[in-house]
């Protein structure tokens, strides 16, 4: 074999294995990513169960409060596409749970805006709509347990039972959770 046939063979190896190299490389990288980026969601999903919960709670602030973050969803759940780490079922469920979290933080704009006496029905009928938005952002049997509390308002007993038999056994949080593999 002469020089430049050497030469040419081995740039012509070198070139492959350095992108065998850099694919496998990038594998890693966007499995960290990948990783990365479900933790940061599933911290935003717990952190908005933990604050409607609270909300559900008899005797709980219930205006004004401040709003639930969706700023990892914002940022993340595109990256997640391009990365193919979404199917259509956790899409899908990512995209009810995150729109129940955006329909409570626009209820709670709202009633925060509704402060004259004329308005005080209007309130209480956005309140009541808040409470139902905070009912699916919660796992069904946080649901059950804060039925079972005593001293609950009539309207959210209703409410409470209504979304416990309309839920079964998973609301939209259980079935985001699912869906990410996150259970």
Sequence with gaps: MEFW?????????????????????????????RSAIKQAIQGEIDYARDFALDYLKPGAVRSPMHRITTAFYREGAPKLIALRALNYECAR?????YGNID?????????????????????????????????????????????????????????????IAKYGDRSPYDRVKRAMGLV
């Design 103 to 163: 329909q409570l933080n626009r209820s709670l704009d709202i009633v925060l805006g509704l402060q004259k006496p004329e308005e005080r029905e209007r309130k209480l009928r956005e309140l009541g709509r808040t409470y139902l938005k905070a009912c699916s952002l919660v796992a069904v049997e946080d649901l059950r347990q804060v039925a079972a509390m005593q001293g609950r308002d009539p309207f959210e007993h209703r409410s409470l039972t209504k979304k």
């Design 93 to 97: 469920a990512l995209l009810q749970y």
């Design 5 to 33: 046939q050497v030469l040419v063979t081995s740039s012509v190896v070198a070139a492959g294995v350095t992108i065998l190299v850099n694919r496998i490389l990038k594998g890693f990288d966007d499995d960290e990513l």
